[in-house]
Protein backbone atom coordinates (compact mmCIF):
# COMPACT_ATOMS: atom_id res chain seq x y z
CA UNK A 1 0.00 0.00 0.00
CA UNK A 2 1.36 3.41 -1.29
CA UNK A 3 1.38 6.34 1.21
CA UNK A 4 2.31 9.90 1.46
CA UNK A 5 2.43 11.47 4.38
CA UNK A 6 2.75 15.40 4.09
CA UNK A 7 3.71 17.59 7.37
CA UNK A 8 5.45 20.70 8.60
CA UNK A 9 2.69 23.12 7.36
CA UNK A 10 2.14 25.67 10.00
CA UNK A 11 1.57 29.72 10.08
CA UNK A 12 4.55 31.65 9.24
CA UNK A 13 4.62 35.72 8.64
CA UNK A 14 5.99 37.34 5.09
CA UNK A 15 9.50 36.67 5.28
CA UNK A 16 9.44 33.46 7.19
CA UNK A 17 10.47 30.09 6.42
CA UNK A 18 8.82 26.14 6.74
CA UNK A 19 10.21 23.06 5.63
CA UNK A 20 7.89 20.86 4.48
CA UNK A 21 8.22 16.28 4.62
CA UNK A 22 6.52 14.22 2.69
CA UNK A 23 7.29 10.49 3.96
CA UNK A 24 7.00 7.95 1.36
CA UNK A 25 6.70 3.97 2.16
CA UNK A 26 5.43 1.00 -0.42
CA UNK A 27 7.02 3.40 -3.07
CA UNK A 28 10.65 3.98 -3.73
CA UNK A 29 10.60 8.01 -4.00
CA UNK A 30 14.00 7.92 -5.38
CA UNK A 31 13.14 5.79 -8.18
CA UNK A 32 10.35 8.27 -9.44
CA UNK A 33 9.62 11.78 -9.94
CA UNK A 34 8.65 13.50 -7.01
CA UNK A 35 6.16 16.63 -6.76
CA UNK A 36 5.12 19.19 -4.45
CA UNK A 37 1.84 20.77 -5.74
CA UNK A 38 -0.34 23.49 -4.26
CA UNK A 39 -4.11 25.09 -3.98
CA UNK A 40 -5.23 27.74 -2.61
CA UNK A 41 -9.22 28.30 -2.08
CA UNK A 42 -10.97 29.67 -5.51
CA UNK A 43 -8.31 28.54 -7.00
CA UNK A 44 -7.07 25.59 -9.51
CA UNK A 45 -4.17 23.08 -8.39
CA UNK A 46 -0.46 24.41 -9.58
CA UNK A 47 2.55 22.73 -9.19
CA UNK A 48 5.21 24.62 -7.56
CA UNK A 49 8.10 21.67 -7.51
CA UNK A 50 8.99 18.55 -8.81
CA UNK A 51 12.13 16.44 -7.93
CA UNK A 52 12.90 13.40 -10.79
CA UNK A 53 14.43 10.32 -10.00
CA UNK A 54 18.11 11.68 -11.40
CA UNK A 55 17.56 14.54 -8.74
CA UNK A 56 16.92 16.97 -11.35
CA UNK A 57 14.73 19.91 -9.83
CA UNK A 58 12.04 22.31 -11.56
CA UNK A 59 10.17 24.93 -9.95
CA UNK A 60 7.14 27.14 -10.74
CA UNK A 61 8.65 30.60 -11.63
CA UNK A 62 6.82 32.38 -8.70
CA UNK A 63 8.86 30.00 -5.87
CA UNK A 64 12.17 30.25 -8.21
CA UNK A 65 14.80 31.35 -5.92
CA UNK A 66 12.93 30.76 -2.78
CA UNK A 67 12.03 26.75 -2.53
CA UNK A 68 14.26 24.30 -2.70
CA UNK A 69 13.45 20.60 -3.44
CA UNK A 70 15.36 17.86 -2.11
CA UNK A 71 15.10 14.04 -1.41
CA UNK A 72 16.61 12.03 1.60
CA UNK A 73 16.63 8.54 0.08
CA UNK A 74 17.79 6.66 3.04
CA UNK A 75 14.83 8.15 4.98
CA UNK A 76 12.43 7.80 1.57
CA UNK A 77 11.43 11.15 2.00
CA UNK A 78 11.04 14.37 0.30
CA UNK A 79 11.52 18.05 1.76
CA UNK A 80 10.60 21.31 0.33
CA UNK A 81 12.36 24.25 2.01
CA UNK A 82 10.29 27.61 1.47
CA UNK A 83 12.33 30.65 2.44
CA UNK A 84 10.99 34.42 2.29
CA UNK A 85 7.52 33.10 2.10
CA UNK A 86 4.67 35.78 1.15
CA UNK A 87 1.10 36.11 1.60
CA UNK A 88 0.55 34.39 -1.90
CA UNK A 89 2.49 31.39 -1.14
CA UNK A 90 -0.93 30.70 1.15
CA UNK A 91 -1.96 27.14 -0.03
CA UNK A 92 -2.58 22.80 1.01
CA UNK A 93 0.38 21.59 -0.02
CA UNK A 94 0.26 18.55 -2.05
CA UNK A 95 2.99 15.79 -1.71
CA UNK A 96 2.60 13.31 -5.29
CA UNK A 97 4.32 10.56 -7.07
CA UNK A 98 4.27 10.05 -10.67
CA UNK A 99 6.88 8.02 -13.44
CA UNK A 100 10.18 8.78 -13.72
CA UNK A 101 11.18 11.25 -16.22
CA UNK A 102 8.52 13.96 -15.80
CA UNK A 103 11.00 16.93 -15.67
CA UNK A 104 12.15 16.18 -18.94
CA UNK A 105 9.05 15.51 -20.73
CA UNK A 106 7.87 18.86 -19.45
CA UNK A 107 5.29 17.58 -17.79
CA UNK A 108 5.99 17.71 -14.05
CA UNK A 109 3.51 20.08 -13.45
CA UNK A 110 0.16 18.08 -14.93
CA UNK A 111 -1.27 16.72 -11.84
CA UNK A 112 -2.95 13.96 -13.64
CA UNK A 113 0.69 12.36 -14.31
CA UNK A 114 1.03 11.78 -10.98
CA UNK A 115 -0.94 7.93 -9.64
CA UNK A 116 -0.41 8.74 -5.90
CA UNK A 117 -1.09 11.91 -3.68
CA UNK A 118 -1.24 13.03 -0.21
CA UNK A 119 -3.46 14.35 2.16
CA UNK A 120 -2.02 17.96 2.03
CA UNK A 121 -0.38 19.92 4.74
CA UNK A 122 -1.87 23.65 5.30
CA UNK A 123 0.89 26.51 4.78
CA UNK A 124 -0.42 30.00 5.71
CA UNK A 125 1.43 33.00 5.54
CA UNK A 126 0.22 36.12 7.13
CA UNK A 127 1.18 40.13 5.95
Known amino acids: QVQLVESGGGSVQSGGSLRLSCAASGITASRLHMGWFRQAPGKEREGVAGIDNDGQTTYVDSVKGRFTASRDNAKNTLYLQMNSLKPEDTAMYYC?????????????????????WGQGTQVTVSS
Open 96 to 116: AAGPRGLHWSGSWSTGTRYSW
